[in-house]
C-alpha cells in the first residue's frame, strides 16, 4: 500500500529554520516525483517545490526560492524540504505528495495538486514574529 507520511514540522521564530520529511513506502521512490504543498487557514492549497523522478531536477515557487531547498534519498525513500529564513506568512499545513516522473519533463510543468496522486495528511509549521 502506497503511503505518504510527512513529519518535522512545529513551531519556530521568524527567520528559524525547520527541516521537513516526507517517508515514502509501498513504492519505489525512484521513478515519482514529489511535489511540496502548503494550506494556510482560509486559504488554498498552494505548490511549494518540486524533485522529480528519477532526474530529480527542482523547482521551486517564487515566494521560497533562495530559502527552501528540496532533496531526495532514494535508498531511504526520503524527501526532505529544508526550510531557512522562514517567515509567519510561512505558517501551514505542508503535505507532500507523489506522482509517477517524467524524465523527459521538469517536474514543473506538471506537479499541480491535481495532478498528484498519493497524498500524506501534512505536518503543521508554525512560524512565530
Known amino acids: 500500500q502506497l503511503q505518504l507520511v510527512e513529519s518535522g514540522g512545529g513551531l519556530v521564530q521568524s527567520e528559524g529554520s525547520l527541516r521537513l520529511s516526507c517517508a515514502a513506502s509501498?513504492?519505489?521512490?525512484?521513478?515519482?516525483?514529489i511535489g511540496w504543498y502548503r494550506q494556510a487557514p482560509g486559504k488554498e492549497r498552494d505548490a511549494v517545490s518540486c524533485?522529480?523522478?528519477?532526474?530529480?531536477?527542482?523547482f521551486y515557487a517564487d515566494s521560497v526560492k533562495g530559502r527552501f531547498t528540496v532533496s531526495r534519498d532514494n535508498a531511504k525513500k526520503l524527501v526532505y524540504l529544508q526550510m531557512n529564513s522562514l517567515k509567519p506568512e510561512d505558517t501551514a499545513v505542508y503535505y507532500c505528495?507523489?506522482?509517477?516522473?517524467?524524465?523527459?519533463?521538469?517536474?514543473?510543468?506538471?506537479?499541480?495538486?491535481?495532478?498528484?496522486?498519493?497524498w500524506g495528511k501534512g505536518t503543521l509549521v508554525t512560524v512565530s514574529s
Open positions: 524533485i522529480g523522478g528519477p532526474t530529480s531536477k527542482t
Open positions: 505528495a507523489a506522482v509517477l516522473g517524467d524524465p523527459l519533463m521538469p517536474c514543473a510543468n506538471y506537479y499541480y495538486p491535481n495532478v498528484m496522486n498519493y
Open positions: 509501498g513504492f519505489d521512490l525512484d521513478y515519482y516525483s
